[in-house]
């Protein structure tokens, strides 16, 4: 039983990490949104589009911590940093 604790953690911290990310990129994307003005429309429905993108996966994020019964109180101001393979 404790394993399996110790799994549903680690899932948390990870889960409460990517709503972070999708947070700080949704942000991002606005700060970015409101220096353009209305100077290219084509760069504002890009993102639109990613701020979108962000709010959905982090709403997917949020539920699939409802569906392992996370309390979701608990989430931490900060994050771990993930390197993808080949990304760097």
């Given at each position: ?45 890009a993102f639109d589009k ?39």
């Amino acid at each position: 039983m404790i394993f399996h604790h110790k799994k549903i953690t680690k899932l948390f911290e990870v889960i409460n990490d990517l709503i972070m990310m999708h947070n700080d990129r949704v942000a991002s994307y606005r700060q970015a949104v409101g220096s353009l003005g209305c100077i290219d429309i084509d760069l504002h429905l890009a993102f639109d589009k990613m701020i979108s993108e962000g709010e959905y996966y982090r709403l997917q994020l949020l539920q699939k911590t409802k569906e392992l019964n996370i309390d979701d109180s608990s989430r931490s101001v900060c994050g771990n940093i993930y390197i993808v393979p080949g990304e760097t």
